[in-house]
């Protein structure tokens, strides 16, 4: 019998850190995710390096 108990002990320590890893892990994906939503919409990005790319065709256009 004690070693039944010893055994269930072990799993529930093993159990006890999995939950522990398992919390760290999803606390990482959630950081993950707020760093990933603060950039700015692909939509910005998009009109930004089209106004780039006008305002640097210009100024090659107005220097030649």
């Known amino acids: ?3 039944i108990l010893e055994r269930v002990a072990k ?5 006890i850190s999995q939950n522990n890893l398992i919390e760290t892990i999803c606390s ?6 707020e760093t990933l939503l603060s950039r700015p919409s692909w939509s ?3 009109v930004l390096t089209a ?3 006008i305002c640097c065709g210009l100024i090659v256009y107005i220097v030649t």
């Open 1 to 3: 019998m004690p070693k």
């Open 11 to 15: 799993l529930e320590q093993e159990n």
């Open 28 to 33: 990482d994906i959630n950081d993950i995710k």
């Open 44 to 46: 910005v990005s998009l």
């Open 51 to 53: 106004l780039s790319t």
